[in-house]
Structures are given as C-alpha cells and as structure tokens.
C-alpha cells in the first residue's frame, strides 16, 4: 500500500464520513419533536447506530405509534446491517473479542461501501475504520446539537420539524433509487414505490408504525433473489 493510495482512502472515507454525520443535527432535531431527551437522543446514536432505523424508530413515537411498533420497525429497517456483517466478517477478520465487537457495531451502509470499494483488502480495512470512526463521532456530535438546539426553537420552527423525518429518509434513499451502477436499478425502483404504496394504503387503517413494519416484509418479499426464474 503506497502512500498516495493511503492518503487517498483516508481522505474519501474521512469527507464521507463528515457529509453523513451531518445527518446526525436531522436525528436530533427529530428525536426531540418525538418527545425524547436529549440524553435518550444521544444514547440511541451510541447504542444503535443506523440512521434509517433511529429515524424509524423516532418518526413512530412521534405519530403516536407504540414502543413494540416502533422498536419492530427499527429491528426490520436494520436487518440488512446483518447481511453487510456476513460479506465484512472475511475482510476485516478482526483478532480481539473489542475488535470484533467494535467492527459489529460499525457495519452500516457508508463503511461497507467505502471497503468494498478499496481495491485490495488492507486499503479496505484502512477505509472502514476511517470512515466508521469518523460517522461516529460526527453523528454523536450532531445528534446532541440537534436535540439541544430544537428545545430552544419557537413553535413555528417545531411544526417545521414534521418534515425532518421524511426529508432525511429522502436524503438518505435518493442515492440508491439514482444509482446506475446496480443491475436493476428499474426493479429496485418499483420495489420501492410499492413499499411506499403499502405503507400510505395502510396508514388511516393500522395503528402508526404497523404499516412501516408490513410495508418492509412486502419489499423484503418482492425484492428476494429469484434463482429458479434465472436458472431459466
């Protein structure tokens, strides 16, 4: 590994990981409309650390949505978190118990992108923990800004705050459905559209957060691998 390839990762993984710590000002200001603390705010990016599932979770409470629907919603948002620790486990093959732990709770889109990408395997752990280790801190950071900062906004400011939840799942998906560089990009697209439409048929009738739950299995069903239908 050269120098310059060095540099090169830290660089990318450390601006990376700044861009989406800034989300965590989004979380916090979140969290706090949904009647959270601000030390409950911080605790959940500590402890949780998955941005689509700390925005389901919060965006539930907020409707009105009990703690079993909204803790569902947030284990089924994170589930793929499981998938990306399975393609990591190889790469990073960490020796400690800390280590492994650590690397465990760190396996989130951003970190498994950025070493993969890496064009050989110590470049991909280099990116890994740069770029974990700079979302951490930046989401942490700005998860506590948030939440303090939204306590002291007037009620104009606060009804604003309906729409941070949505915006940042926006901000947070768009990349996705634009990619070109997936296989079915237009088939990613209409799996999405159809969990949307599952959860907006189902809000008047489900009490809130059951419809996130139900409109994540439908997409988890429709987007399954197909192996029969290609083996055709």
């Known amino acids: 590994m050269s120098a310059a390839d060095r540099t090169r990762t830290l660089r990318d993984a450390v601006g990376l990981g ?5 989300y965590g000002i989004a979380f916090g200001a979140a969290a706090d409309a949904a009647g959270l603390d601000a030390w409950q705010a911080l605790t959940l990016s500590a402890l949780m650390f998955t941005g689509a599932s700390q925005f389901a979770l919060v965006g539930v409470l907020g409707a009105g949505g009990s703690a079993p629907a909204a803790v569902g919603s947030a284990l089924l948002l994170g589930t793929r978190n499981t998938v990306y620790g399975v393609r990591m486990a190889p790469l990073l093959a960490p020796r400690s118990a800390l280590g492994r732990a650590a690397a465990a709770h760190w396996v989130i889109d951003e970190t498994t992108a950025m070493a993969v990408a890496a064009p050989d395997r110590e ?17 942490n950071a700005m998860t506590l800004v948030g939440a303090l900062g939204a306590s002291g906004l007037g009620g104009t400011a606060e009804a604003a705050l309906d729409s941070v939840v949505p915006a940042a799942f926006l901000a947070l998906l768009w990349p996705r459905l634009t990619a070109r560089g997936s296989a079915e990009p237009g088939a990613q697209r209409r799996v999405a559209l159809g969990g949307a439409g599952v959860a907006l048929a189902l809000t008047p009738f489900v009490p809130a957060g059951v419809q996130v739950i139900v409109a994540v299995v439908a997409v988890a069903l429709a987007g399954r691998p197909r192996t029969a239908e290609r083996a055709a």
Do not use: S
């Open 18 to 22: 700044v861009a989406v710590g800034l």
């Open 123 to 139: 470049l991909g752990r280099l990116a890994f923990w740069a770029t974990g280790a700079t979302i951490y801190l930046g989401w």
